[in-house]
T-cell receptor, first 115, second 112 residues
Framework: DVKVTQSSRYLVKRTGEKVFLECVQDMDHENMFWYRQDPGLGLRLIYFSYDVKMKEKGDIPEGYSVSREKKERFSLILESASTNQTSMYLC??????????????FGNGTRLTVT | GQNIDQPTEMTATEGAIVQINCTYQTSGFNGLFWYQQHAGEAPTFLSYNVLDGLEEKGRFSSFLSRSKGYSYLLLKELQMKDSASYLCAVRDGAGSARQLTFGSGTQLTVLP
């Protein structure tokens, strides 16, 4: 079974802090994704990466950056956390780009609260 | 842009059949996915459709009509554990690195 592990289940940070959310997958997947999930808005894509050191903006990249130094690890960075970034953050991974039917495998999520 | 619509909530009775609809308007189409998400847990993959027609997997089936921009997820012999949010997602471009766009999800409550 694919395992996608997010480093924290719950986080509480103060406004202005720099926040790192870590995600590791163990199935050698090329593609990794960061989503946030908010009530009534569904999952929205923040950033994704299809290879080491490669990244592409999703639908809502503002206020976020990412890092993919190793294939198995994809980090989401909030340079200066704000209260509107309070949300559930979900990391996902999938197999290589030729396969349209490759599903996303999600981690259990990190619930971030910014006070 | 992308637009995916599904009902916000549905209620059904244990043992019954329920159909959850999803309509989409996307700039491209390379497949539609259904995911199940229990409260506080990660979404898990249920089904994938890229051609028109019905895909059956045990108690769950998913249907696609590309010309109508329409899909549904059919759940038979409902069980209490089927109470969850069901997410419809469309892949707009070629290759799995292309992003999925998700609907807001349908919260299904199964009553005894």
């Amino acid at each position: 079974d694919v395992k996608v592990t997010q480093s924290s289940r719950y986080l509480v940070k103060r406004t202005g802090e720099k926040v790192f959310l870590e995600c590791v997958q163990d199935m050698d997947h090329e593609n990794m994704f960061w989503y946030r999930q908010d009530p009534g808005l569904g999952l929205r894509l923040i950033y994704f990466s299809y290879d080491v050191k490669m990244k592409e903006k999703g639908d809502i990249p503002e206020g976020y950056s990412v890092s993919r130094e190793k294939k198995e690890r994809f980090s989401l960075i909030l340079e200066s956390a704000s209260t509107n970034q309070t949300s559930m953050y979900l990391c996902a991974s999938s197999l290589t780009g030729d396969r349209n039917n490759s599903p996303l495998h999600f981690g259990n999520g990190t619930r971030l609260t910014v006070t | 842009g992308q637009n995916i619509d599904q009902p916000t909530e549905m209620t059904a009775t244990e043992g019954a059949i329920v159909q959850i609809n999803c309509t989409y308007q996307t700039s491209g189409f390379n497949g539609l996915f259904w995911y199940q998400q229990h409260a506080g847990e990660a979404p898990t993959f249920l089904s994938y459709n890229v051609l028109d027609g019905l895909e059956e997997k045990g108690r769950f089936s998913s249907f696609l009509s590309r010309s109508k921009g329409y899909s549904y997820l059919l759940l038979k012999e409902l069980q209490m554990k089927d109470s969850a949010s069901y997410l419809c997602a469309v892949r707009d471009g070629a290759g799995s690195a292309r992003q999925l766009t998700f609907g807001s999800g349908t919260q299904l409550t199964v009553l005894p």
